[in-house]
């Protein structure tokens, strides 16, 4: 409702008899059209949330939608314990809004990572250019968020390729499988996307990029302490150093998520819910995600570089060998005309 506008009811039923189908039909029978009717509360207390369509933003629809509940299942049979009413203009600009604000913190995500990780600021602001002028051309040409985003998004994933931003590469494709995963769980389970979910994204984000940080830069110490060492087996390491902490940090939060789904309340349930099911995979990302999108790159560090360092040890020994086979006939060309016998 928060994002397509509309009327939200939260409405209790004496009789038992009272479902979401039979609740549907009483509004449409009034020309009431409904978006989705959800169980709210405790089981077998027959209360649901009522998502009435206000396409026209009229002021009345809520008042309309009470009489015909009320005719419906008596009016000693309901009881209204909400009403929310959103316009459709409002709920435009909020959603709009709500796709810049994860859009624009997963720019900043990726400037972040490819300058802490790889030291490349100049490149990093190059790219942030790039995008921004992607956006600005998106813009100007009219598209819908929704298409801007995505294509923000592939120009993403292309240029970090291409620039060679390993380290940010794999922490934006754990940060979309993240996010992509949770809102496919809301979508199977029903769950209306809110304000409140969008709070709840934006938490996962920050929570999963952090878990892929601390493995990142245990990758980068490692590699720094051993540049000839082989790049999985390093990457491997770093994982298990790490995985105790993982497995602590994520943990403990999720008691307390799972203190907040149960014990919180209806109201925090959705939100407990968008973060359990978020922080569980990016746990996940972050170990099997984001650390084996590094292996893509056949030039990263410690892979290439040995074989680089051993050719030219290998063109050093044979130049040595060279240079003592030369010493060496020379030295008998000389003893062969110092001996008389010989000559």
């Known amino acids: 409702m928060d994002f397509q506008g509309g009327t939200l009811l939260q409405a209790r039923f004496a009789d038992a008899s009272a ?122 040409l009219r598209l819908g968020v929704g298409t801007l985003i995505i294509t923000a998004l592939v120009v993403t994933c292309v240029t970090c390729y291409f620039m060679r931003f390993s380290f940010a590469l794999g922490g934006i494709i754990a940060l979309m499988h993240d996010v992509v995963i949770t809102a496919g769980v809301f979508s199977i389970l029903e769950k209306e996307i809110t304000l409140s979910f969008v709070a709840a994204i934006l938490t996962i984000i920050g929570y999963s990029l952090n878990d892929s940080i601390i493995v990142f830069d245990r990758i980068r110490e490692n590699h720094a302490r051993n540049r000839k060492g082989d790049y999985p087996l390093i990457i491997n ?78 063109v050093k020994g044979q130049k040595g060998k060279g240079q003592e086979g030369k010493r060496l006939e020379g030295r008998s060309g000389a003893s062969a005309l110092d001996d008389p016998q010989t000559a």
């Open 19 to 140: 479902t979401p189908d039979s609740v549907r039909e009483a509004l449409e029978a009034a020309g009431l059209g409904v978006s989705s009717i959800q169980d709210y509360g405790e089981g077998g207390e027959n209360e649901y949330l009522i998502n009435v369509q206000n396409d026209t933003g009229d002021q009345a629809l809520s008042a309309r939608a009470v009489q015909a509940l009320a005719a419906a299942f008596g009016a000693d049979g309901v009881e209204v314990r909400r009403q929310e009413m959103v316009g459709p203009k409002v709920g435009a600009d909020l959603r709009e809004k709500a796709l810049y604000a994860v859009f624009y913190s997963v720019l900043i995500i990726i400037i972040y990572i490819s300058g802490r990780f790889e030291k490349k600021w100049g490149s990093a602001a190059l790219f942030c250019a790039i995008l921004l002028g992607v956006v600005y051309v998106a813009s100007l």
């Open 237 to 314: 390491k770093s994982i298990n150093e790490t995985l105790s902490r993982t497995i602590l940090t994520s943990g403990t939060t999720l008691f307390a998520l799972l203190s907040l789904f149960f014990l919180g309340g209806p109201v925090n349930k959705d939100f407990a819910l968008a973060l359990l099911v978020g922080i569980t995979i990016g746990t996940f990302s972050s170990v099997f995600i984001a650390s084996p999108i590094l292996l893509l790159w056949d030039s990263s560090p410690g892979k290439g570089r040995p074989k680089e360092e051993g050719k030219g040890q290998e």
